[in-house]
């Protein structure tokens, strides 16, 4: 890799820590850590590999200094990657599945004000090249295909985004420095979650809310010293400014600082955005360090400025999912942390960001933007106004142009939990806030008054039709798999799709990440029948459909921990398929029933037909199971009448409901009764590939079937699942097989992407040509909720 040990340069933790406790660092130091940083990322490689591009990136190019790493080190990096072109600046195509791994340890913003440095040594910057950070600092590859197709269609529709998660790195900072106790009390309220504790004891950076917010004055104070040192150097500061270090000089700095203001802007100032004079500031400072002179004069600067950006890096790591960081667990660390709550309380910034720097070009034509409803229908509007109101500010921006019209589609999506441990049955406290969910959002949603409200005192006609905003159009579910499954959601959208026949489409999220292969394509399975998906609904990343097994079991290896509930769940869906195609079923598989029925259920005997729709009609209600009448059942409404007949019609027999009902009593269980979920070790065996084969095969053709349409993330599913790069994606693969795909882009913010630079990923790296990218666009059009 053309980058390694130089991309390290904001990742330094020891460093951070010596600056932190004043104690001298010398350039020895720096240089070796960046080694020992690049090594953490892939142990396996021997050291002399590291060494070598060691001395070819810093030793071979006179890099002898921190200065110089700072200055040449960064521009050699930046140079590597990002191309300009008439003021736009591009990432080379060939390097942007590299480029998308540099942006997990360091944001984009250093690495272009670095490229504009070294372009433009000793000339002044053209002022249209800060445009290029405007609104956004991620940077795409020109491809002239997607250019065309993107002005065709006015922007592609992101189908699958979530508007919390979607803020970027260099955005966040701008209000982490602006307000540096608000990230304090956010961080520490979420460090009750213990994946966010898990996440901060894992990266060891700082150990509680109070050192981060220590950090972050830290680098509000460095800034301030900045901007006095470049007043000095233009003559407008007689003063020479001293370095912040100590706890006075800190506190002094921001007496002087304007809230909500960045240092190098005038007062009231509105031609450049925070990030474009963040990008400037960078500028002046790399320029600073080039001089022999300035850095003589200002000893400080160089330790200051990398101090500045090891903190930056630091929050990078705590906001972007990093390359060492596999699976759903970690990206929950990062989307629990509330680390970017502040800067997502309001949405205008966000939409410009997600459009794009060239409003007369967006990114998007058609926002499905998920949000998370309240409890009540007073909390649920009141957060649509908010989102109204920053889409209005966005809309009514005279730069954007007319006559694309940019949509935003709003989705619930509600939020897979863990399992409460004073439920009285089975997942009995999440059943309960997705009815009350339920209840407000279809009290909205049949609210004709609040449909068309409110109305623009001018035209007369509702104020969302004006601004191409649909309040609701769509229900998902989000979030771990590992909390809860999809026949926990039944009655919700069951509830949903009973009261809005053909108004409401229907997706959730599954086969994103799983314990077993199996068990995530039972997982997609599970969510269409329990959930009734059919035509023109979506299923959520849906990877264990799309992933080979050999290629799934050389990452993972060859045993893998599982509960042997979740197992015999595998073996009787496994059962159930074959059966379905009339196959004759594996040995392996009707020997393993057996025995693992006789231990997740000691009390019975194994009667495969019974077991199977046990396992099939776990979409009814736990409580129905112990009770007879509708009347028993006053006062645990997480259903309703019709759902309760429907139970009473299916006519399912004792057998059947008897291990329904120890399921459920296991599920809820703590004691040591419950069989269900105890860990086995399970072979990865050779074997297991044609059942997994003939398992996605006939998911497959149910999904074509039912015209429901795949919606895929390419860096999410690089970063959470088991592929190393985009080429190894099955977005391609998927398309050949004649499946309707549609692409995403997840949590932004989170996988440092938008919209274009997932269809980027798919031309560069999946081989999408003009025919596929017609028909990806067309099916965003036709599945569009």
Not at 288 to 307: I, T, V
Not at 661 to 668: G, K, M, T
Request: hydrophobic share 35%; aromatic share 10%; proline share 4%.
């Amino acid at each position: 890799m053309v980058d390694l040990c130089l991309r390290q340069i904001l990742m330094d933790k020891l460093t951070l820590r010596d600056y932190e406790e004043r104690s001298s660092v010398s350039w020895a130091d720096i240089r070796r850590r960046l080694l020992l940083n690049e090594r953490e990322v892939n142990p396996t490689l021997p050291d002399h590999l590291y060494r070598a591009a060691l001395d070819a990136q810093l030793d071979e190019r006179g890099i002898d200094s921190l200065p110089k790493l700072l200055t040449q080190g960064l521009g050699n990096l930046a140079s590597i990657y990002i191309q300009e072109k008439n003021s736009k600046m591009y990432i080379a195509s060939e390097c942007f599945g590299q480029w998308q791994e540099l942006l997990t340890f360091c944001p984009p913003l250093p690495l272009i004000a670095a490229f504009l440095w070294n372009k433009y040594k000793g000339i002044a910057i053209p002022s249209s090249c800060f445009q290029n950070v405007k609104y956004t600092a991620l940077l795409s590859p020109d491809i002239s295909e997607l250019r065309e197709q993107k002005k065709r269609s006015g922007g592609f529709n992101d189908l699958h985004i979530h508007l919390n998660g979607s803020t970027e790195t260099d955005i966040v900072w701008q209000d982490a420095l602006n307000d540096p106790h608000a990230f304090r009390k956010h961080y520490k309220q979420s460090l009750k979650h213990v994946l966010v504790k898990e996440q901060n004891e894992q990266e060891s950076v700082f150990r509680n809310a109070d050192e981060l917010s220590q950090l972050l004055r830290q680098a509000r104070a460095l800034r301030y010293y900045f901007t006095q040192i470049i007043a000095h150097h233009d003559h407008k500061a007689t003063r020479k400014p001293s370095h912040p270090d100590s706890d006075i000089r800190i506190e002094q700095y921001e007496s002087n600082l304007i809230r909500g203001q960045h240092p190098l802007a005038p007062c009231r100032d509105t031609q450049y955005t925070d990030t474009e004079y963040e990008c400037q500031l960078y500028v002046r400072i790399l320029n600073l360090l080039a001089n022999k002179q300035s850095a003589e004069k200002y000893p400080q600067l160089a330790q200051g400025f990398h101090h500045y950006l090891l903190i930056l890096g630091t929050m990078n790591r705590f906001l972007v999912q990093q390359i060492r960081q596999n699976g759903f667990q970690q990206f929950q660390k990062i989307a629990d942390n509330d680390l970017r709550k502040l800067s997502e309380s309001d949405y205008r910034q966000r939409f410009f960001q997600l459009c794009g720097n060239r409003l007369g070009e967006p990114h998007f034509k058609i926002l499905e933007g998920r949000f998370a409803p309240k409890k009540t229908p007073k909390e649920i509007n009141r957060l649509i106004g908010k989102i109204r109101t920053g889409w209005q500010l966005f809309t009514q921006d005279g730069k954007i142009e007319r006559a694309h019209n940019p949509e935003l589609r709003l989705v619930a999506h509600f939020i897979k939990k863990p399992i409460n441990k004073d439920d009285s049955f089975y997942h009995e406290s999440l059943r309960n806030k997705l009815w009350r969910q339920t209840q407000a959002l279809l009290s909205l949603w049949k609210d004709s008054i609040w449909q068309r409200c409110p109305v623009c005192e001018h035209s007369g006609e509702s104020l969302d039709q004006s601004l191409y905003l649909q309040k609701l159009v769509g229900i998902d579910a989000a979030a771990s798999e590992f909390d809860a499954p999809p026949e926990v959601f039944a009655s919700a959208y069951g509830k949903i799709c009973r009261t809005l026949p053909d108004k409401c489409h229907f997706t959730f999220h599954a086969g994103e990440d799983f314990s077993h292969i199996i068990s995530g394509l039972r997982a997609i399975y599970e969510a269409i029948q329990f959930l009734t998906l059919n035509d023109k609904d979506r299923i959520g990343h849906a990877v264990a459909l799309g992933v080979d097994y050999a290629l799934w079991r050389e990452r993972i290896g060859n045993q893998i921990w599982i509960k042997q509930g979740e197992w015999l769940d595998n073996l009787l869906f496994i059962y159930h398929l074959y059966r379905e195609d009339h196959r004759e079923i594996p040995a392996n598989i009707a020997t393993d029933l057996n025995k693992y029925f006789s231990k997740v259920y000691p009390r019975r005997k194994l009667n495969i037909d019974d077991a199977v729709a046990a396992w099939l009609n776990r979409k009814w209600n736990p409580i129905f199971i112990q009770n007879s009448s509708f009347s028993d059942l006053s006062g645990k409404e997480t259903f309703d009448a019709d759902e309760w007949e429907n139970f009473q019609n299916a006519n399912i027999p004792p057998t059947v409901t008897d291990i329904m009902e120890d399921y459920w009593i296991q599920r809820e269980s703590r004691s040591g009764s419950n069989y269900y979920d105890k860990h086995i070790l399970v072979d990865l065996d050779e074997g297991f590939y044609g059942i997994v084969d003939f398992i996605q095969n006939s998911l497959k053709q149910i999904v074509r079937d039912r015209k429901i349409a795949l919606e895929t993330l390419p860096t999410s599913n690089v970063r959470i699942g088991i592929y190393k790069n985009h080429a190894e994606h099955h977005l391609r693969k998927w398309l050949d097989e004649g499946l309707d795909v549609i692409i995403g882009s997840d949590d932004a913010g989170i996988f440092a992407t938008n919209i274009y630079n997932e269809y980027a990923h798919a031309w560069l790296s999946q081989s999408i040509r003009k025919k596929q990218l017609e028909r990806l666009t067309a099916n965003a059009e036709h599945y569009s909720f």
